[in-house]
C-alpha cells in the first residue's frame, strides 16, 4: 500500500484550504481591477465570518459570568442569527454582479462598515453590560483589529472617506461609554467648569484625548502602509501590463515565424521517411557504440518533428490571453523551437545532396553547412538521413541503389561527416542494407 500519496495530500491541505479561503490572488488576474476587489471581497467576507463566530463565542461566556443573565442570553442567542444574516447579506452583495466595480465597491463600503460596528458594538457590551473588567482591554483592542480588517481592502480612498465617521463614532463611544460623562446631566458651561476644577475629570478628559489621538496615529499609520501597499500594485499591474503587450508582440512574431518555416518545409513532415531515419540511425548509433540514453535521444530527435500538429495552433492569433494561457504558449514555443531545429537539420540533408547533384559545392557552402548542428548525434540523423533520401523516389534524381548510395556519400558527402562516424557507417554498411529492405 502505497502511504507517500495521502501524505503528500494531507501536507499540502492547509496551504489549499488557505489558498482557496483566504488567498487574495488566487486565480485572478491582478491587472483586473473588479476581479481583485471581488477577491478581496469574498476574502474579508471569510475573515468576518470567523471574528462574528468569536464575538458569539465570547457573549455566550458572558452569559455565564454577569449579573443580569436575561440580558447576556438575550445577546448570546441574538448573536448567531445576526452574524448569519450579515453572511448571507455580504455574500448577496458581493455576487450581485462579479463584473460590476460600482456594485463590488458598494459590497466594500458594506462590509467595511459592518467590521467596524460589530466590533464596536462587542465593546459596547462588555463595558457597559456587567462592566465585565476581564474583557475589556480585548473589547477595545477589538476596534484597532477592525481597522486592521478594513486596511485589507488596500484602498487608500476607503480609509480616507471613512475617517471622519469612524473617528466620530469611537469619539461617541467614549464619551458615552468609556467615560459615560452623559450621566452626569451637566450643561456645557457646567462640563467646562468641572473639568477645569476636578482633578478626577480632568484626568479621564485627558485620557479621553489621548485614546482619540493614538487611534488617528494608528489610523494615519494604517494609511500609510495602504498606500504603499496600493502605489506598489499599482506599479506592478503596469508592469504586468507592459510585459503582456511585449508577450503579445513576441507571441505574434513567434507564431508568424513558425507560420513561414512549417509551411515552406512542409514536404519535409513525410512520417514514413521520418520513421526509416529514425530506424537506421538508431542503429548506427548502436553500432557507433553510444549509450542507451544517448540511443534513445537520437530515436525522440529523429522524429521530434512530426509532432508538429501538437503546436499547430501557434499559428492561429489568439485574444484575451491569461497566464495560464501564457504558460502554455510557452511549453508549445519551447517545443516548437526543437521541432524547427529538427526540421533544420532536415532540410540541411536535402540542401546538400541537391547541391552536390547540380553543382560543385564551394567552400562557404560545405564550412557553412559544418556549422549546422555538428554534435554527433546530429551527425548520425544526418548520415542515416542521407542515406535514406538517396535510396528514396525524388523529383530530380532516381532512387540509388544501397552501393550507388553508399558511394556517393562516401566520396561526394564525407565533408559533412565525422571519420570515425563515417568508418563505422561503412564497416556496417551491409547490415544497414539489410535494415532498410526490411523497413
Known amino acids: 500500500m502505497d502511504l507517500k500519496k495521502p501524505k503528500n495530500k494531507l501536507k499540502g491541505f492547509g496551504k489549499r484550504v488557505f489558498s482557496k479561503f483566504f488567498g487574495f490572488e488566487t486565480g485572478i488576474d491582478v491587472t483586473n481591477d473588479v476581479a481583485v476587489l471581488y477577491r478581496r471581497n ?37 448573536s448567531l442569527p445576526i452574524t448569519y444574516s450579515v453572511g448571507k447579506l455580504q ?3 458581493i455576487n450581485l454582479d462579479k463584473n460590476d466595480l460600482t ?23 462588555i463595558y457597559a453590560v456587567g462592566r465585565n473588567e476581564l474583557f475589556e482591554t480585548a473589547a477595545y483592542v477589538l ?17 480616507a472617506n471613512s475617517f471622519v465617521s469612524l473617528l466620530g463614532f469611537v469619539t461617541l463611544i467614549h464619551i458615552a461609554v468609556t467615560y459615560d460623562f452623559f450621566h452626569m ?41 495602504v498606500s504603499i501597499g496600493q502605489t506598489i500594485q499599482e506599479e506592478r499591474k503596469k508592469e504586468l501590463t507592459k510585459r503582456r503587450q511585449v508577450q503579445d508582440d513576441f507571441t505574434h512574431i513567434v507564431k508568424n515565424f513558425f507560420n513561414i518555416v512549417f509551411q515552406s518545409v512542409s514536404s519535409l513532415l513525410d512520417e514514413t521517411h521520418a520513421y526509416r531515419v529514425s530506424r537506421v540511425s538508431v542503429k548506427l548509433a548502436d553500432y557507433y557504440n553510444l549509450d542507451k540514453e544517448a540511443i534513445e535521444r537520437i530515436e525522440n530527435y529523429s522524429l521530434l518533428h512530426l509532432e508538429f500538429d501538437e503546436i499547430k495552433d501557434l499559428m492561429i492569433e489568439s485574444e484575451n ?3 495560464q494561457s501564457y504558460d502554455v504558449l510557452r511549453t508549445k514555443t519551447e517545443l516548437g523551437a526543437r521541432i524547427a531545429k529538427r526540421i533544420q ?11 552536390h547533384h547540380e553543382d560543385m559545392p564551394s567552400e562557404s557552402f560545405i564550412n557553412e553547412m559544418r556549422k549546422i548542428q555538428p554534435d554527433i548525434e546530429s551527425q548520425i540523423i544526418l548520415i542515416s538521413d542521407f542515406y535514406v533520401t538517396l535510396r528514396s523516389v525524388s523529383s530530380y534524381y532516381r532512387p540509388y541503389n544501397h552501393q550507388t548510395a553508399m558511394q556517393f556519400i562516401l566520396k561526394e558527402l564525407s565533408p559533412y561527416i565525422d571519420g570515425n562516424l563515417k568508418d ?16
Not at 42 to 69: D, E, H, R, T
Not at 104 to 116: E, G, H, L, R, T
Not at 198 to 222: E, K
Not at 427 to 439: A, D, H, I, P, W
Open 42 to 78: 469574498v476574502v474579508i467576507k471569510n475573515i468576518v465570518f470567523i471574528s462574528n463566530i468569536l464575538y458569539s463565542l465570547v457573549f455566550f461566556i458572558l452569559g455565564f459570568s454577569v449579573a443580569n443573565p436575561t440580558t447576556d442570553w438575550l445577546f448570546a442567542v441574538a
Open 91 to 93: 455574500n448577496r452583495l
Open 103 to 125: 456594485k463590488q465597491q458598494i459590497a466594500m463600503y458594506v462590509s467595511s462598515f459592518w467590521i467596524f460596528i460589530s466590533a464596536v458594538l462587542v465593546y459596547v457590551r
Open 143 to 159: 476596534i484597532y483589529y477592525s481597522l486592521v480588517q478594513i486596511s485589507l481592502y488596500q484602498d487608500k480612498r476607503l480609509l
Open 185 to 225: 446631566e451637566l450643561t456645557w458651561q457646567e462640563f467646562s467648569y468641572q473639568l477645569l476644577n476636578d482633578p478626577s475629570m480632568s484626568r479621564q478628559f485627558g485620557a479621553l484625548i489621548l485614546r482619540t489621538v493614538i487611534f488617528s496615529l494608528f489610523y494615519l499609520v494604517n494609511y500609510i502602509i
Open 321 to 323: 490571453q491569461t497566464e
Open 345 to 355: 537539420l532536415a532540410k540541411k540533408t536535402i540542401d546538400i545532396i541537391r547541391t
Open 424 to 439: 563505422t557507417f561503412y564497416k556496417y554498411n551491409e547490415e544497414l542494407n539489410q535494415l532498410y529492405q526490411n523497413l
